[in-house]
T-cell receptor, first 113, second 110 residues
């Protein structure tokens, strides 16, 4: 039982390049989330998916797209990376659509030059 | 002003000391979480509470809904407790999402 896994762990991009961050969970959770964490700021929600087939914008969605491929997988895509997207990205999942414990992945550290 | 405020931002302690980290919030909430982020970056959930008090080992979390305040206490602190402790709330108007505080960095020295 791996919990929530994320790939890659670390990535360096040049401005304008694209990439997809992958997230998978094996806990049969309905809800999945993408957050970014920047120094001096709390975790901020980028996008979330309350259930398979649905996605919604969070607090900071600009410059990102997501896909809820199936119940297990939720990917985050940067179409044209910008230095402002340098951050640590966390994927999380929870069993309940609403209130409930969230289980976090190990994070992806992204540097955009 | 952030909807979730934590204090202090940084905290150092000697091993064995009693630690208190505070969280105040300005929105109506359905539940409050305390999370721990290890130096390596991983985040784990410690508590979810909506009233009263919860205890797990040396960790105690309390919440006062009327005062919109929660505290996380660590008894007999140990260097392995060194981490960032994060408070987060489910707001009453949108329980799908968590609102996070900026965290309290705790260092416990032997």
């Amino acid at each position: 039982n791996a919990g929530v896994t994320q790939t890659p762990k670390f990535q360096v991009l040049k401005t304008g390049q694209s990439m997809t961050l992958q997230c998978a969970q094996d806990m049969n959770h309905n809800s999945m989330y993408w957050y970014r964490q920047d120094p001096g700021m709390g975790l901020r929600l980028i996008y979330y998916s309350a259930s398979e087939g649905t996605t919604d914008k969070g607090e900071v969605p600009n410059g990102y797209n997501v896909s809820r491929l199936n119940k297990r997988e939720f990917s985050l895509r940067l179409e044209s990376a910008a230095p402002s997207q340098t951050s640590v990205y966390f994927c999380a999942s929870s069993a309940q659509t609403r209130i409930g414990d969230q289980y976090f992945g190990p994070g992806t550290r992204l540097l955009v030059l | 002003k952030n909807e979730v405020e934590q204090s202090p931002q940084n905290l150092t302690a000697q091993e064995g000391e009693f630690i208190t980290i505070n969280c105040s919030y300005s929105v109506g909430i359905s539940a409050l979480h305390w999370l721990q982020q290890h130096p390596g970056g991983g985040i784990v959930s410690l508590f979810m509470l909506s009233s009263g008090k919860k205890k797990h080992g040396r960790l105690i979390a309390t919440i006062n809904i009327q005062e919109k305040h929660s505290s996380l206490h660590i008894t007999a602190s140990h260097p392995r407790d060194s981490a960032v402790y994060i408070c987060a709330v489910h707001s009453s108007y949108n329980t799908d999402k968590l609102i996070f505080g900026t965290g309290t960095r705790l260092q416990v020295f032997p």
